[in-house]
């Protein structure tokens, strides 16, 4: 039997608890012409998927703030800072989802991004499923723009997590940033000597 990849389409995402990998971010638009991130999430268990939409307005704080927390993308402690496609792609979280069917819409899969803790408590198969590395979202200085054809303004929020365990995973998130600066460093081999450059030494 001769098949085309888009001939075989995977299971809709049942309703419950689950891990997800996000497989795709999109910048799109939505309805009321706020900036958000279309994002396609894949059962790491089961390989069922879903699509969700995060919208990127003031109204929306609490649901953006549940979805960093769920993949582990940490807010700058102040300021203003930058959210992209590019931090969500491969990342990990994990979300309770329900089927619900509306005149307007048709049947479609609600998300809710929840935390890890969390979803255990409703199957502990989860326990065995690893976090994102913490990742911190680049700060802003006052008054720059992003470089990206679609700039997003991203609401500022406080952060529901408590505030020694935010301030374990921003250490984290410097720790690793540090690692990798080094980890450039030593892959770019020792500073040649003055001599070798054809200077003098004085």
């Known amino acids: 039997m001769i098949l085309r990849r888009k001939q075989i389409h995977p299971d809709n995402m049942r309703d419950g608890t689950h891990a997800v990998k996000i497989t795709r971010a999109a910048s799109k638009t939505s309805q009321n012409d706020n900036e958000m991130l279309q994002l396609n999430l894949e059962d790491l268990l089961t390989g069922e998927v879903a699509r969700t939409n995060l919208v990127f307005s003031p109204k929306t704080g609490f649901t953006i703030d549940a979805c960093f927390k769920s993949l582990n993308l940490m807010m700058p402690e102040d300021g203003e800072f930058f959210a992209d496609k ?62 990206t054809t679609k700039p997003r303004n991203v609401p500022r929020m406080q952060s529901s997590w408590p505030a020694d365990e935010a301030e ?22 020792p500073s040649p000597e003055p001599s070798e450059l054809g200077l003098s030494q004085t």
């Open 86 to 147: 590019v931090h969500f792609q491969g990342r990990t979280g994990f979300v309770r989802t329900e089927t619900e069917e509306t005149a307007e819409y048709g049947v479609q899969i609600r998300v809710r991004w929840i935390s890890k803790k969390t979803a255990v408590k409703d199957d502990a198969r989860l326990e065995a499923i690893p976090e994102s590395e913490p990742l911190m979202l680049p700060a802003l200085a006052a008054g720059a723009v992003p470089q």
């Open 168 to 189: 374990a995973k921003r250490q984290a998130a410097k720790a690793e940033a540090n690692r990798l600066h080094l980890n450039d460093a030593l892959d770019m081999g």
